[in-house]
C-alpha cells in the first residue's frame, strides 16, 4: 500500500461501521486509517501536511464485472471526493493497483441480496475465495504495483459550483484512464498475441514501436515502469519544471542496483564469476574496479568493452579473422575434440562462449552498450529461424566462398592436380566425412565437397561453440522474446551506432546535441574548438574519444541525441598563477557523461590535450 505521496504521509479511510468493532477500531487507529466520513478528511486536508487516501470505487465497486480480460470501477458518480477537494485546495492523485483485483475473488450471490446490504451499511459483507481456494482463506501471492497518475491541481473555492465539480471529476477521471493505460503494458495486460505479431510481422511495427514493446513485455514489471517513466522524463526533457518534478518524484517501481567490485589483473576470471553469480537477478548490475573510485556507468560499461576485447583477442582463437565488417562468426574446430570434457583447451572455448552469451544478454536487459557485433547468420543459428544456406558463406568468410566458386567452375583434370582432400580448408584436422583425409577431390565428387565445406563451416564445426552460447542466453532473456527482431538488427542491438558513420560526428549533430554549461556556452571558443576536434577525428579515435569520455566505445542509437544523461562540457576551474589552463587535462565523469575541459589557449593545445588523455586517460577511474 502506498503509506506517502509527494513525501508526505497518507491517511487511508475506511468504512465507519468498522470503527464500531472493538479490536478492528484499535487495529485500523494503530494503522492510521481513519473513518471515511467527510469532517475527517476536511481536517485531515486542512492541515496541509498530510494526503488522504480514498478507494474511489468503495463497495459498489466489489459488484462490477471483472474478468481476466477486463477491468471495472465504479468512479461515474465519485463526485463528493472531488467536491471536498475543490473546497480545501487539494490536489487529486489517481493511484491504480495492478494485481489487486486478484487478491481475493467474491463470492457473488445470484439474487444480489448481500449486495444491496452491503451498499446500504457501506461495508462489504461478501464471502471471498483466497489462497489455496480456501474461502475467507489468506490473500493470493500475487504482486500488487501501485501506479500513481498525474496529479489533479484543485484551486480552492469555499462554495464549488455543480459546473466546476463536473470538470474536475471529468479531469480525474481522465487522469485514471492516463494511468492506467500508460502501466498496463507492464503489468502484462498486453495479450500474448501481440509479441508474436511483432516477431512474424515486423515490417508492420517500425524499430522504436518494437523497442517499447521489448522494454514493456519482455524484461519484468519493474523495469518496465521504469522504463515508462524514463522515457516520461525524456518526453519533457525541452520543460526544465516539468523534468525536474518527474526526475525528482519516487520512482513507482526502481530497478535495484547490485554493484560488484573487481580486479582489473584478473578480468576474464572474474567476469566469469560475476555472471555465474549475478547476471541472473533482476538488479541492474554495476561494476567497480579493486583501488579505484569510479562507479556507475562508466566502469561497468568500461567492463563490458574490456571483456569484449579479450573474448577476441585472447588464444585460443574464438572468431575467424577474415569475416566483413569486424562481425564475429565463430572460428571453426573439430566438433568431436569440442565434446571431449577431458580436453583443457575445448572446454575453455566452451566456457568463454557461454561467457559471451551471459554477456550478451544482460547487456540487452540492463540496455548496456558494448562492442560485440555478432553476425546475422550467427543469430539465425541461436535462435534455429531458418537453416544456412551456403550463400551465407558469403558474408561469414568471402575468401574461401571465392575459392569454392573457383573449384566449381574449375575444369574437372586441373582440379584432380591440385590434390585436394575432404579436410576443411585451413583446418586440416576437421575432416568433412569420416576418413576424409583418404578422400581426393575429382569432378564426380565436386558438388558433394562444395556442400560439405559449406555445411561444416557454418553449422558442425561451431554447433558446440553455438550451443553453449544458446544455452547461457536463455538462461537470461528467452529466445522468444528475441524474435521481435531480425537477425541484422540483433547484430547492432548492443552495438549501437557505428564510429564509422560519419553523420553522427559532423559539426550540426554535434553541436545540437553536446551541451555547454557552467562556463561555457554554445559561442565560447574553446567548445567550438572541441566541435572542431570532434568532427575530424579519423574512426579509430572516435572509438578511443568515446571509451574516454562515456566508457563505451560507440554511440546509441540515433548517436549523440542518444546519450542519456546527454554530454555535458563544462569549463574545469581557472588554477591559480603562475599556472595556467595549458598546464592542466581535461577529466570525465563518465557515469554522467560530464567533460570538465579547461579554457585552452588554442585549438592545437586542445587538440593535444585531448588526444593525450584519449591515449592514456583510460583503464582507471579515480578522482579528477
Not at 459483507?125 to 501501485?146: K, S, Y
Not at 547487456?363 to 547468420?377: G, S
Not at 559539426?507 to 568532427?535: E, V
Request: aromatic fraction near 8%; proline fraction near 6%; hydrophobic fraction near 40%.
Amino acid at each position: 500500500m502506498i503509506d506517502k505521496l509527494g513525501g508526505a504521509r497518507c491517511n487511508w479511510v475506511a468504512a465507519p461501521i468498522l470503527f464500531k468493532l472493538p479490536f478492528i477500531r484499535w487495529y485500523l487507529k494503530r494503522a492510521g486509517v481513519m473513518p471515511a466520513k467527510a469532517q475527517h478528511i476536511r481536517n485531515t486536508l486542512a492541515g496541509g501536511s498530510e494526503n488522504v487516501g480514498v478507494v474511489l470505487d468503495g463497495v459498489a465497486g466489489i459488484f462490477q464485472p471483472k474478468t481476466e480480460k477486463q477491468e471495472a470501477a465504479w468512479l461515474l458518480q465519485r463526485k463528493g471526493i472531488v467536491k471536498m477537494a475543490l473546497e480545501t485546495g487539494a490536489s487529486l492523485v489517481p493511484v491504480y493497483g495492478f494485481g489487486h483485483t486478484s487478491l481475493l475473488s467474491p463470492i457473488l450471490d445470484p439474487f444480489r441480496i448481500l449486495e444491496r446490504i452491503s451498499i446500504a451499511l457501506d461495508v462489504s459483507l461478501v464471502p471471498f475465495v483466497g489462497r489455496w481456494g480456501w474461502p475467507m482463506g489468506p490473500a493470493r501471492r500475487i504482486p500488487v504495483v501501485m501506479a500513481a497518475g498525474q496529479p489533479v491541481e484543485c484551486p480552492q473555492t469555499s462554495q464549488p459550483k455543480q459546473s466546476e465539480i463536473d470538470l474536475y471529476h471529468t479531469l480525474l477521471l481522465d487522469s485514471f484512464k492516463d494511468t492506467f493505460n500508460a502501466h498496463k503494458a507492464a503489468y502484462g495486460s498486453v495479450p500474448a498475441w501481440c509479441a508474436k505479431l511483432a516477431g512474424a510481422c515486423r515490417f508492420l511495427f517500425p524499430y522504436s514501436v518494437r523497442r517499447i514493446l521489448h522494454h514493456s513485455c519482455n524484461l519484468g514489471l519493474g523495469r518496465a515502469l521504469h522504463h515508462v517513466q524514463q522515457r516520461a522524463v525524456a518526453q519533457h526533457a525541452h520543460n526544465q519544471e516539468t523534468h525536474r518534478r518527474l526526475e525528482s518524484e519516487v520512482s513507482v517501481a526502481s530497478v535495484p542496483r547490485q554493484k560488484v567490485r573487481i580486479s582489473r589483473q584478473r578480468l576474464l576470471d572474474s567476469a566469469v564469476k560475476v555472471m555465474n553469480l549475478y547476471s541472473a537477478g533482476n538488479a541492474l548490475l554495476e561494476i567497480e574496479y579493486a583501488g579505484e573510485v569510479g562507479t556507475g556507468s562508466g566502469p561497468t560499461l568500461e567492463f563490458y568493452a574490456l571483456v569484449a576485447e579479450n573474448l577476441r583477442t585472447l588464444q585460443p582463437q574464438l572468431f575467424r579473422a577474415s569475416t566483413p565488417g569486424g562481425m564475429l562468426y565463430p572460428q571453426p574446430y573439430d566438433p568431436h575434440w569440442l565434446r571431449r570434457a577431458d580436453e583443457q583447451g575445448s572446454q575453455q572455448i566452451l566456457e568463454r562462449f557461454r561467457l559471451l552469451g551471459q554477456v550478451v544478454a544482460k547487456c540487452i536487459i540492463d540496455n548496456r552498450l558494448v562492442d560485440i557485433q555478432l553476425h546475422p547468420a550467427f543469430w539465425r543459428s541461436v535462435l534455429g529461424s531458418a537453416p544456412l544456406s551456403q550463400q551465407w558463406l558469403r558474408s561469414v568468410d568471402p575468401e574461401l566462398h571465392s575459392s569454392l566458386e573457383n573449384i566449381r567452375d574449375m575444369d574437372a583434370d586441373k582440379l584432380e592436380g591440385l590434390c585436394i582432400d575432404f579436410t576443411m580448408p585451413g583446418h586440416p584436422s576437421i575432416e568433412l566425412k569420416p576418413g576424409g583425409a583418404g578422400y581426393s577431390l575429382n569432378g564426380s565428387n565436386r558438388e558433394e565437397y562444395l556442400h560439405r565445406v559449406a555445411e561444416v563451416a557454418l553449422v558442425e564445426a561451431v554447433a558446440p561453440q553455438i550451443n553453449a552460447f544458446r544455452t547461457a542466453f536463455k538462461e537470461l532473456l528467452p529466445l522468444e522474446t528475441c524474435r521481435i527482431w531480425s537477425e541484422q538488427e540483433l547484430s547492432f542491438i548492443i552495438v549501437g551506432s557505428s564510429v564509422q558513420d560519419d553523420a553522427f560526428w559532423c559539426i550540426d549533430h554535434l553541436a545540437a546535441n553536446i551541451k555547454a554549461h557552467h562556463g561555457y556556452t554554445t559561442d565560447s571558443r574553446c567548445f567550438k574548438d572541441l566541435m572542431n576536434f570532434l568532427s575530424e577525428l579519423s574512426a579509430e579515435n572516435r572509438r578511443n574519444f568515446l571509451m574516454f569520455a562515456t566508457g563505451a566505445p560507440t554511440l546509441p542509437i540515433g548517436g549523440f541525441s542518444g546519450l542519456k544523461p546527454p554530454l555535458t562540457v563544462v569549463k574545469k576551474e581557472a588554477p591559480s598563477a603562475p599556472l595556467t589552463a595549458d598546464d592542466f587535462m581535461p577529466s570525465v565523469m563518465t557515469c554522467a557523461n560530464y567533460l570538465k575541459l579547461p579554457e585552452y589557449s588554442s585549438a592545437e593545445m586542445l587538440k593535444q590535450k585531448l588526444q593525450l588523455a584519449m591515449r592514456e586517460g583510460q583503464c582507471a577511474f579515480l578522482l579528477s
